[in-house]
């Protein structure tokens, strides 16, 4: 049998919108998500250890739901079973009533192969119409939309499984690594010396053109505009675990003039001490593999907004806003480590002369700015205008994908967000300075 690495390196076929091989794509990513759960039992898949967690089963119904509903049912009657749609639906009040999502865990029916054989009668109608050229242009742009939503839902898979497995007394793997494979915990060269790097104020352009008609982009990261950047300094690399582990020694949990109000209340309500997945013995962290003595030269993850802007404070700094972080990013090369490489761990990386690196996987990288609609921006047209507007308020935007994002849906445009308690993503920190 194939290992997991083995079955999720290869990338789905590159595709903008305007390419022909959408059937490539759908098949690649649909395969990719089986792969990803493949590892977990039926009970493994039924778990949901919090409320912003979902079962593993969950995901693989949900991203089938929305070919069902969104691509199949343009066509007719959408092929979903009797209260599914209700099970399955996440929070598209347009497309009908929704299971309360802290409940998703306790929904044992339908079975995981029921689901699995559900994704493969929808896989096979979407296919054959492919196939048969059966899809005008406003479905083929709904199923190029639902592949990069399904993507989104396999760095939540694993993100969910990981918190879920740590849940558990016994610690269990979700995948121990492959023997020839750069684990956590192995010997890394020691991470560059933190560089600043300092821009002048300049005007520059943001965002991405309108999609449908050009390259992918969601509606969140348009429409492409013209912003004002002051002059500031980016650090050169995310924050380290040892630098945060400076942090934490230094009584940077205990110390509330770093904090934001909402962030120290959380904090002591919570207990907050270290980073989640931090052992207590200071040595070790819990990652997808298992326990694993922590790298000190690895970027620091699975912070929260309140760590990672507390931290910065500490540090001397602040957090960049996303306009600094999209300008150091564009027009440079999406490197780094993503889930093709089967890892799902942030690593130490090399540094690339006097620009910024690390800027893509490993981690996503916390800004302060706050999820806001761009100047002129307009959700896409009926219920899938659900996907991203709705949700500008109380939210943080991060940039740069993690180990746990697929390489070919990073960009530099990318908008992720999460509300500033969130510690279960891959989430990390890069620091910024203003300048006179």
Known sequence: MPSLQASIAAPPAAIDGTTPDLR???ATVRARTRALAA???????QLQCMADASPAKWHLAHTTWFFARFVLGRLGEPPIPAGWDYLFNSYYVGAGERHPRASRGLV?????AEVLAWRDAVDDRVLALLDAGGLDAGARDVLLLGTHHEQQHQELLLTDIKHAFWSNPLAPAYHPPDADASVPGAPAAAEPGLRWLARDETLTELGAAPWPGGAFAF????????????AHALASRAATNAEFAAFVDDAGYATPTLWLSDGWDLAAREGWQRPLYWHADGVREFTLAGWRERDPHAPACHLSHYEADAFAR???ARLPTEAEWELAAAGRPVEGDFADGGIFQPRAQAAAGNDPHGLFGGTWEWTSSAYAPYPGFRPLPGTLGEYNGKFMSGQLVLRGGSCATP???ARASYRNFFAPSARWQFSGVRLARDRA
């Open 24 to 26: 490539a794509r759908f």
């Open 39 to 45: 590892p977990l039992s039926a009970e493994d898949a």
């Open 108 to 112: 044992s029916r339908p079975t995981l």
């Open 219 to 230: 509606d969140n990261e348009t429409p492409r505009h013209r912003a004002l950047v002051p």
């Open 314 to 316: 500490w540090a001397g």
């Open 407 to 409: 390489r070919d849906h």
